[in-house]
């Protein structure tokens, strides 16, 4: 009777945004989050909302680093933009430094079909038009059967769990969110590879409030500051 009520509420969560997507955050310029491991605080993730007209940028920076007894062990840095106009996305690029890794992904639309065009350094290809990018702000990602490595290019099949309503404390604040989780559909990846996340959005607002999951400790995103 549980999982039947849970798919209702998800059936539900789905059909009210069908044809709302981005809109959702138009009152948005500014989300910024902590970033934890272990319980704690190693970086920040931000987003910078700049509107012109029916044109949207959005500015993502995430900065990281792990340190163990005042020695950095790990540090990570990446920037990218994402653009649409009128709701409709127009492409994706972002540079990253994986511990002196260097990593990238360049999307742009295919005018004959509107395909996805990905020049990335794990995938170059064509794909579908209806993936999206793993930025996890646009709740949109809970509909797609697979996402696309902001990072990287990587395409990333993912299956997605409604997992049940759940409030949830950030510092005073708590909020009533939607709790999914994301995990791979392709069982022949390897453990490294394999996508097992938990994220919550507020259930008014599809606000991303948090994310959490399991990778050589455990990593928490937190929702930090909201304009």
């Known amino acids: 009777m549980k999982k039947y009520l849970l798919s209702i509420a998800l059936i ?129 990602i809970v509909q797609k059967k697979a996402q696309i490595s902001a990072v990287s290019g990587r395409i990333i099949e993912q299956k997605v769990e409604f997992i049940g309503k759940e409030d949830v404390k950030i510092g005073d604040k708590v909020y009533k969110t939607l709790k999914f989780n994301f995990s791979s559909s392709d069982p022949s990846l390897s453990k490294d590879k394999k996508l097992n996340t938990d994220i919550w959005y507020e259930e008014e607002t599809f606000l991303w409030v948090k994310a959490a999951f399991d990778k050589t400790g455990y990593w928490e995103y937190r929702l930090k500051k909201v304009k």
């Open 12 to 140: 539900f969560f789905l059909s009210l945004n069908i044809n709302a997507h981005i809109d959702h955050y138009k009152k948005y310029e500014y989300l910024e989050y902590e970033l934890f491991r272990n319980d704690k605080s190693i970086g920040f993730h931000k987003f910078n909302f700049e509107r012109n007209g029916n044109k949207l940028t959005i500015i993502s920076e995430v900065s990281f680093k792990i340190t163990k007894l005042g020695v950095d062990l790990y540090k990570y840095y990446a920037k990218g933009k994402e653009k649409y106009e009128n709701g409709i996305f127009l492409g994706f690029n972002s540079e990253t430094n994986q511990n002196k890794k260097e990593k990238y992904v360049n999307i742009t639309i295919d005018p004959t079909d509107k395909g996805l065009n990905i020049d990335g350094s794990s995938f170059k290809g064509k794909v579908d038009k209806d993936l999206i990018i793993g930025t996890w702000w646009n709740h949109e």
